[in-house]
């Protein structure tokens, strides 16, 4: 039998590569072992390749985002079993450390962002997930592999994002950035019934996406208006109740201050390649609240009850399939934003040799 699979493997220095990788074993008994059904790619999976994610090692399978089908676990994982369909969590944690118990498991002191930064994640055929018990979550008969997929990291971190922001019924909601990790952030904020959700990003099609989707009420093109004055116009020149940086581009740290009202709570949920500027002296007297990233995924059950019942729907996300053997031509398309490029699905690895 064979006992190797195919992964995409982050070679240092910006190289990436798909290898021949052993399918990984059972190594704790806390362990599960599952076979990838759906991966995707993510933007810190660009950050470790530009090499901007400290915490990164050389040498591991790429990829945290994922579903698929428990095929072994170890003696200690209680409520999972072999054939169960699962999504998983971003970050492994043990559920019982002082971060854990107050819900900060991206802190927790067993792990954090492990899976595809420090061990091996998922743009492989299988995957090993240590502290299973935690980091997976049942996916109900009613929900599709597919529509589960982005639960333990994009949507986790939407959600979070969102729950953080302490967002109000009728407040204003500025949300920069309508990619992938801005929409479902986007679609988090809504649960809250916001009274409008501006949306700022340079890509025209993120914006009427989010606009056609239901998600924000007013787009605007940093290119073409200026966000601050425009914002300011919307809201009686107050300023917004609520912003979410989800950009972490140049400058967009600081149209997230600048756009805030005063007493405004301003999340930023962005990874920034680079050092930002905090000019506490020009933002004297607007007495704001800022909470940074990153993700605490600390909601799976209640995400997969959202997904289950329809008020969250991220299948407009999906813009590629293809399957693992693409991945390369996947990394390049997504990172480029090329061919209108949302979200690269990566499908299992197709075997016989394919026609071109
Ligand atoms: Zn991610
Ligand atoms: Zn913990």
Redesign the pocket.
Known sequence: MDHTMKALVYQGNGELALEDRAIPVIQESTDAIVRVTYASI???DLHIKHGTVARAKENIILG??FVGEVVAVGKDVNHFQSGDRVSVN?ETFCGDCFFCKRGFVNNCVQGGWELGCRIDGCQAEYVRVPLADQGMTRIPESVSDEAALFNG??LATGYWAASIGEIHPADTVVVLGAGPTGLCTMMCVQLYSPAQVIVVDTNADRLSLAKEKGLADVCINPNQTDVTEEVLRLTEGRGADRVFEVAGGNDTFQTAWKVARPNAIVVLVALYGQTQELPLHLMYGKNLTFKTGGVDANASEEIMRLVQCGKIDTSCLITHRAPLNDVLEGYYVFENQLDGCMKWVITPYVREKRQK
Do not use: L, R
């Open positions: 993510c933007s810190s945290h985002e971003v990291d994009i």
